[in-house]
């Protein structure tokens, strides 16, 4: 497949510099570009989907006249909240100690 260009790119002085300054190793400007973009466009993509995932559970709770209240959608976080501080704060079971280096 024959590779094409993009147009040229004006940008300040300042944000050439930091951009060069984020090079890695063995990367161009050009590399950094274009990694920029495809993570871009993936992020945009997931946005994208994101949306109209909303947008479909919308039109569906509106067809079957199905909502979930916010005090109950609060209730069952502030439930996995608590299930999450507790698995946190709870020693687990079966883990050896660290052998102490006195």
Request: charged residues 30%; aromatic residues 4%; hydrophobic residues 40%.
């Amino acid at each position: 497949m024959k590779t094409s260009t993009f147009p040229a790119l004006r940008v300040t002085p300042a944000l050439r510099e930091a951009a060069e300054r984020a090079l890695r190793p063995n990367e161009t400007l050009s590399n950094l570009m274009e990694a920029s973009l495809q993570s871009f466009i993936a992020h945009r993509a997931a946005e994208d989907d994101f949306i109209a995932c909303g947008l479909r559970s919308a039109q569906k709770a509106k067809e079957e006249n199905r909502y979930v209240s916010v005090e109950a959608v609060f209730a069952k976080l502030e439930q996995k909240l608590a299930a999450a501080k507790r698995a946190t704060s709870t020693p687990r079971k079966n883990k050896k100690p660290v052998a102490s280096s006195s």
